[in-house]
């Protein structure tokens, strides 16, 4: 059973920076595409970004887009959320996703991926 779970959230001034982890435990396949999501109070999850395990990717979601970078150490079994610029509109739950195999169709939500982990909060003030 894989089993994630997220470090590194916080409250910081619109501007600042934030360093996401997902740490990952349990990995039975090769391969696996591992991805953050953000769901703010009230609102659906977004994609945020999306990386392979075997060097594939790295994909984004707009929200990512210019102020967030995805990376990871295989060695640690570990991706980073990399955001930048943080605006107010960041702030969400912050969720670490995976599923074994591929990126592809990622970006249709973290429900449709086999595993969750519990999630981060980020709050970034105006």
């Known amino acids: 059973q894989v089993q994630l779970v997220e470090f590194g959230g916080g409250s910081v001034q619109a501007g600042g920076s934030l360093r996401l982890s997902c740490v990952a435990s349990?990995?039975?396949?090769?391969?696996?595409?591992v991805a953050w999501f953000r769901q703010g109070s009230g609102n659906e999850s977004e994609a945020v970004a999306a990386i392979n395990t075997d060097g594939g990717g790295p994909f984004y979601g707009e929200p990512a887009k210019g102020r967030f970078t995805i990376s990871q150490d295989n060695a640690k079994n570990t991706v980073f959320l990399q955001m930048n610029f943080l605006k107010p509109e960041d702030t969400a739950m912050y969720y670490c996703?995976?599923?074994?195999?591929?990126?592809?169709?990622?970006?249709?939500?973290?429900?449709?991926?086999?595993?969750r982990g519990k999630g981060t909060q980020v709050t970034i003030s105006a």
């Open positions: 349990g990995y039975t396949y090769t391969r696996y595409c």
């Open positions: 996703a995976a599923e074994g195999g591929s990126c592809a169709g990622w970006e249709h939500g973290m429900d449709l991926m086999d595993y």
